[in-house]
């Protein structure tokens, strides 16, 4: 039977900008054959430029015809791949198509299936990359083109490209959404739901990016690139609770996306933008990244902001400049060589290619935002830079500067003609341009609509967006008025009564029945069943922990309705939960994180498990009335709903655990069951309460000298808690972890100590086990990312000594490592306090990065330093911050961190001590030292460190992240912090200075500290002359000089500078010398 015809459908084939106006009810014949006639050049024109090219064995398409035609890279074959996807979705509105949707759409398929033959050959890789994020073990990004083979090994190409997975993800999504069936079996289920863990973790995966080169330099080096980011943000989004099976599928064809794992990498890539990572302050790669096809971002200021830099800095008559000084393609880049050598990109400079490629994706951008003008102007700039030929138009890959022109083009930018690359004359097409023309030509001419080639509906806000299923989350946004459910979970009946007597509804595990109660830990048993395939050595979803997102939806398990509380709530190994002030805070914050990154259908509920021992502390009255607090129907600003768990499911949000119907019956979940309790209490006055015990320490040096026998003796008859645990620190550095003193091991012993200073709030005991046992809290390396993307760099070392820098993302069994290499050898306690510091940083830099400002290196141990020292000054006494509870050491951090929010007046001293240990520098500081450096030939040097001129200024911008971490590195060599203020102080001086007199240079290096000891030396002067006091080598009198007063440290600065010049460590080009005012 004939299918009816199409020609009198409504016609969508509208681009906004076509020939064809939406919702027209009749097309003419004259209108129809004409749109008939553009599709078969489109056609003729894909198998000419495009499908010829394919390889009839993967299905994969060649990256450079010209030099290495055997070569496949992924990304250009996505894009080619998409050309014939798009094509063969307008060949659908035509009735006599001629096969040619099928045939299109099979060769897309072929093309996405050669690259899933490819990758899965490589699942081992796949399961190593999950635990290590290692360069080494990613997936390679080009392959031989008809065999699928690898051509270059981990350490010869740059294969680690977040941005290619999460590009191939979309893509797979966006396909089989249309209708076409890539995936067939179990096996490849599994293996996309582990690329799905591979790009959980693009937030804190430095990698090469688009361009495949790493960081700008070329040398090899990698970093965090937004474009990676967006890409793996925009993977997740698409295919959570997809099923790759199309509507033919599933329940076990359905993806699932760790929630907390996408929040981490929308919060990143909302944090980079609109820089796209340290090296490079904009680069094209965002253009395809926030537009079409990935839609990345929908902050409409943030998007504009981002393109609009794009546009300011990489435009040029002939396309986009991939970067600034960037050396691909031009006459000046040694193509023999991999990597460039140090201060090369400085010869690239203004002479960078440009690619009409990105003139094409703005071309496109226009049309998803409607904007005529948008795509007639860069129509208007692309078309000249077009080549026609016999087999249809050809886009240049890029165009460059001749040899001849490049000192010309140089001194006045934009002045010379660019050649076009070969691809005319060779007939080597770039097919990545070629197939990005095809789909912007479809839409222009009307051939396709933006909701066609848009499938899934990327370019609308999430609550536009087709739903997938129910039975699964599902992105849907952020509501203004969005309400936090809350159920109180009590684990005794007595507490239940206790708490209803002041007015608190909760609910036992009991009551809740059928409804278990699961720990965090095991919802992550759970999911570690998903993705699990023994033929391809894949263990699904690492052991890692269950986020607050994740734990705030409701699962259904085989049956059963589960709800989970969140790690918080958790006992957990390390101690930060005995502290109920953190809690309460935790709790607080928790619920306003959800409020504010809630992005799912339905309500997010937070469980809130109250243990027994929640109420036998000194803060249980304000325990009891944060409980009371969320029945007025608000806590923080936050709209939070108490009640019943049974009565808040019907708004919440659900998740089905389907694939958990395959795990063998043998295998039994735990869930929270009801504490049994003989006796009973009505209220507080009926609870045991809990001293606070403080011990002191002892001596443990005779120890050493002592055998292990006596000292477990001495250990028997001691009933001080910290000096039980200093004896026992004797015994585990002699006898190890292992050794047993009657039926328990020195770490058992240890164990019970923590819990019982935890209870007795003996913080410092509970420090000083935590250290012992190396314990380690839970999402360090999110805090320490979270510091790394802001632009900061962090430190882990004891104040005073090594320090080991943090300049990239790293997983957690590295940052144990470098906490127990710098920390350990000096005090054990720190260990466990520089992780309280770095969850704290982490969250305030996240909700109040202002308090950040002007501090671009985080020291770690030079943080808790001032904190000592904010604690001296507030209690006017000497405090040991290891006793301070967690709560009370995050507040000290706040009013450390808030310079003028102290309760106290600071000294000039105590400012620069400060200022020094956060290393906070003025707005504009960095800026200035570049300036010296350019009127400074010979270098700077500070303590030993010379910061040299070249290749300084070649290597990098003023305006670069780069540089600025540079002159922190030069300024970490200073160990006074109130010295390096003082240097900070100088730096700004010179900077003065030199720009009132332009016409000043130094000639040789200028040696900072000898100015600082010259002006040190003119304020003794004074101080003799004035004060009668005798010369002292001790600088404190200085430092704890106010700078811009009379007599300040400024002016004593400054005429040592001055000085400086006038016994002609400068040349001025003029006879008049500098003036200072």
């Not at 009816?4 to 014949?29: H, I, Q, T, Y």
């Not at 400086?1060 to 040349?1067: E, H, I, S």
């Amino acid at each position: 039977m004939a299918r009816p015809s199409r020609r009198n459908e409504v016609f969508l084939a509208d681009s906004r900008l076509g020939n064809f106006k939406p919702g027209s009810k009749m097309v003419d014949d004259e209108n129809y054959a004409e749109h008939v006639r553009k599709l078969g050049e489109a056609y003729v024109t894909v198998k000419r430029q495009i499908l010829c090219h394919q390889s009839s064995t993967t299905g994969l398409f060649p990256c450079n015809l010209a030099d290495a035609p055997h070569e496949a890279h992924i990304r250009d074959s996505i894009y080619c791949a998409s050309a014939a996807w798009a094509l063969s979705l307008a060949y659908r509105k035509i009735d006599n198509d001629k096969g040619r949707t099928y045939e299109l759409g099979q060769s897309a398929v072929k093309c996405m299936r050669g690259i899933l033959f490819c990758w899965i050959r490589q699942a081992d890789k796949v399961e190593k990359f999950k635990l290590s994020q290692s360069a080494n073990t990613a997936l390679h990004s080009k392959f031989h083109m008809t065999s699928g083979d690898t051509l270059a090994g981990d350490e010869e190409y740059n294969h680690l490209q977040i941005d290619c997975v999460g590009l191939f993800l979309l893509f797979l999504v966006q396909m089989i959404s249309s209708g076409l069936q890539i995936i067939y079996t179990t096996d490849e289920v599994n293996f996309i739901q582990n690329l799905v863990y591979y790009v959980e973790r693009a937030y804190r995966t430095p990698d090469y990016g688009m361009w495949e080169r790493g960081s700008k330099y070329n040398n090899g080096s990698t970093e965090l690139h937004a474009s990676s980011i967006g890409m793996a943000k925009v993977a997740l989004e698409a295919i959570n609770g997809f099923n790759l099976f199309g509507d033919k599928g599933a329940a076990w064809s359905v993806i699932y996306v760790d929630v907390d794992a996408h929040n981490r990498n929308r919060t990143i890539f909302d944090c980079v933008l609109p820089r796209e990572s340290n090296s490079k302050n904009t680069d094209a790669c965002l253009i395809p990244t926030v537009s079409w096809p990935a839609f990345a971002i929908h902050d409409e200021e943030l998007r504009n902001r981002t393109m609009a830099k794009a546009v300011r800095k990489l435009q040029g008559q002939y396309g986009f400049k991939r970067f600034l000084r960037d050396g691909y393609g031009t006459v000046l880049e040694e193509k023999n060589r991999k990597y460039y050598k140090p201060t090369e990109i400085k010869t690239f400079d203004g002479i960078e290619c440009e690619w009409p490629l990105f003139f094409i994706f703005m071309v496109i951008d226009g049309v998803f935002k409607g904007s005529a003008d948008q795509v007639e102007k860069y129509q208007n700039l692309l078309q000249p830079l077009l080549a026609e030929t016999s087999d249809g138009v050809v886009v240049p890959k890029y165009y460059y500067i001749s040899q001849e022109c490049i000192e010309a083009e140089r001194a006045k930018p934009g002045s010379q003609i660019r050649i076009p690359s070969m691809e005319e004359e060779t007939g080597h097409l770039f097919l990545l341009g070629q197939a990005v023309y095809m789909v912007s030509k479809l839409l222009v001419d009307g051939l396709l609509h933006i909701t066609e080639l848009d499938v899934i509906k990327r370019h609308l806000p999430a609550a536009a967006r087709p739903r997938h299923s129910i039975r699964y989350s599902f992105f849907q946004g952020r509501t203004s008025d969005l309400v936090v459910q809350i159920v109180l979970i009590a684990e005794s009946v007595r507490l239940q009564q206790m708490l209803a007597t002041y007015g608190i509804l909760s609910q036992t595990p009991h009551q809740i029945e059928p409804i278990e109660v699961w720990s965090p830990n095991e919802l992550t048993k759970a999911f570690g069943f998903l993705g699990v395939n023994k033929k391809l050595g894949l263990s699904g979803r690492p052991m890692r922990p269950v986020g607050g997102l994740g734990t705030s939806k409701l699962y259904y398990v085989c049956g059963h309705l589960v709800v989970c509380y969140p790690l918080l709530f958790e006992v957990s190994d390390f101690y930060l939960s005995q502290d109920m002030n953190l809690v309460i805070d935790d709790v607080k914050s928790d619920l306003v994180f959800l409020a504010k990154r809630w992005k799912l259908s339905g309500r997010p509920t937070f469980c809130m498990l109250v243990r027994e021992e929640n109420i036998r502390g000194p803060n249980t009255r304000e325990y009891l009335d944060l409980l009371a607090e969320f029945k007025t129907g608000s806590c923080g600003g936050v709209n939070v709903r108490l009640g019943r768990l049974q009565t808040l499911i019907s708004a919440a949000c659900v998740e089905n655990l389907d694939f958990l119907q395959s795990v063998p019956d043998t295998y039994t979940f735990k869930y929270v069951d009801e504490l049994s309790m003989k006796s009973s209490f009505r209220s507080l006055t009926d609870v045991s309460r809990l001293a606070k015990l403080d011990d002191e320490p002892i001596d443990i040096q005779p120890l050493k000298f002592m055998s292990s026998y006596d000292i477990v003796q001495r250990l028997y008859h001691t009933d001080n808690m910290f000096a039980q645990t200093q004896i026992l620190s004797v015994l585990l550095e002699r006898e190890g972890l292992d050794y047993r003193i009657e039926d328990s091991t020195i770490k058992d012993r240890l164990d019970r100590l923590l819990r019982k200073a935890g209870v007795h709030q003996n913080w410092h005991v509970v420090r000083f086990c935590a250290g012992l046992l190396k314990k380690m809290v839970d999402s360090l390396a999110p805090s320490l990312t979270a510091m790394l993307v802001r632009g900061k760099q962090a430190t882990i070392g004891v104040f005073g000594h090594e320090e080991k820098v943090i300049d990239k993302p790293m997983p957690p069994f590295k940052i144990k490592a470098i906490l127990y290499s710098t920390t350990g050898p000096y005090d054990v306690s720190d260990i466990a306090l520089q992780q309280e510091m770095i969850l704290n940083i982490g969250k305030y830099i996240s909700t109040s990065p202002e308090l950040f400002e002007g501090i671009l290196k985080i020291r770690i141990g030079w943080i808790i330093e001032a904190m000592r020292r904010e604690l001296c000054i507030i209690e006017d006494k000497d405090v040991s911050i290891y006793s301070m509870p967690p709560s009370e050491v995050r507040k000290l951090l706040l009013i450390t961190l808030a310079r003028f929010g102290g309760q106290v007046e600071r000294t000039p001293l105590q400012t620069r001590q400060l200022d020094g240990a956060f290393n906070r520098v003025p707005r504009d500081f960095y800026d200035r030292v570049w300036r010296i450096l350019e009127k400074t030939p010979g270098g700077l040097k500070v303590c030993g460190y010379h910061l040299p001129q070249q290749p300084t200024l070649s290597d990098m911008t003023m305006y670069e992240m780069n540089f600025s971490l540079l002159v922190e590195h030069m300024l970490s060599n200073i160990t006074d912090p109130a010295y390096r203020q003082i240097m900070v102080e100088l730096f700004m001086v010179v900077s003065t200075l030199l720009d009132r007199n332009p016409e000043v240079q130094f000639l040789s290096a200028v040696d900072m500290d000898k100015l600082v000891q010259q002006g040190f030396d003119e304020f003794q002067k004074d101080q003799s002359r004035l004060e009668v006091q005798e010369k002292q080598d001790d600088m404190l009198t200085f430092f704890n000089t106010a700078p811009n007063v009379k007599r300040g440290t400024t002016s004593y600065l400054a005429k040592a500078v001055v000085n400086n010049l006038m016994q002609g460590a400068v040349r001025s080009s003029q006879d008049e010398f500098c003036s200072i005012s």
